[in-house]
Structure formats: C-alpha cells, structure tokens
C-alpha cells in the first residue's frame, strides 16, 4: 500500500492534429487567428500542441473556421 495522497498513473495524451487540418485547407496560423478572432499566441499554443487548458469556444471557432469536426483535431493516445 502506498503512503502517498496521490498516485501517478499512466491515463495517456491528449494530442492536438490542428497543424494537419490547417495543412490541409491551406491556411496559416495567421489568417485563423483572424478569422476566429483568437490571438495568434493562443492559435500557436493549439497548433505546437501547447494547450494546458481547453477553452471550448475558441475550438468551436477552430472547427467551424476550418469547416472540420474535433475529432479531427483532438485524438487521444493510451
């Protein structure tokens, strides 16, 4: 039995696929800062997969700018 509060467990990764996405539509993390009115700091945090926390409404703009689902975007690794 450990003595610890918590126990470290291997849960995954949440991987973030936007770069892909964007390759694909051909568009620069520019002109989706623009387009979804986000700052290109916080783009370039979801397109280096640098996200510690989600703000839903800024991925909802994502997906509707690149005309995507999350799924696309958001893939889980064990």
């Avoid at 892909?20 to 997969?49: E, P, W």
């Amino acid at each position: 039995m450990e003595k610890g509060i918590f126990t470290l467990k291997n849960y995954g990764k949440i991987n973030f696929n936007i770069r892909k996405v964007m390759k694909r539509k051909n568009i620069t993390r520019n002109k989706l800062a623009t387009l979804t009115g986000a700052t290109y700091n916080v783009i370039n945090r979801y397109y280096n997969n640098d996200i510690s926390r989600l703000d839903l409404d800024v991925l909802a703009r994502i997906c509707y700018v690149l005309d995507c689902d999350v799924s696309e975007i958001i893939e889980y690794k064990k």
